[in-house]
Nanobody, 120 residues
């Protein structure tokens, strides 16, 4: 699976962004899609993952502010980020794997990152 993340940008605190992850190469619906992020000087961390609309998992830090969805017909996944905070500033990566998990090592395919910057 080839993944391409896009939709990042600069936004003020309290604002919103929607990230997209376009997949190609294999049947997207067969995979769990996850989002991770890496802030400067920090390790990459789990944000959210989705198997289906009814099966999702979120990091505590984004629960209630971020939603995750997917459109298998378009081979695209989404991360809707609301009520953004400066601490959400990071490079965001989408990933695909066989299991609904928070662990990086369980994801086999990764897209390039997209920068999200939240200003005060």
């Amino acid at each position: 699976v080839q993944l391409q993340a896009f939709g990042g940008g600069l936004v003020q605190a309290g604002g919103f962004l929607r990230l997209s992850c376009a997949a190609s190469g294999r049947t997207f619906s067969n995979y769990v899609m996850g989002w991770f992020r890496q802030a400067p000087g920090k390790e990459r961390e789990f944000v959210a993952a989705i198997r289906s609309a009814a099966i999702t998992v979120f990091a505590d830090s984004v629960k209630g502010r971020f939603t995750i969805s997917r459109d298998n017909a378009k081979n695209t996944g989404y991360l809707q980020m609301n009520s953004l905070k400066p601490e959400d500033t990071a490079v965001y990566y989408c990933a695909a794997g066989p299991k609904l998990t928070r662990r990086e090592r369980d994801y086999d395919y990764w897209g390039q990152g997209t920068q999200v910057t939240v200003s005060q």
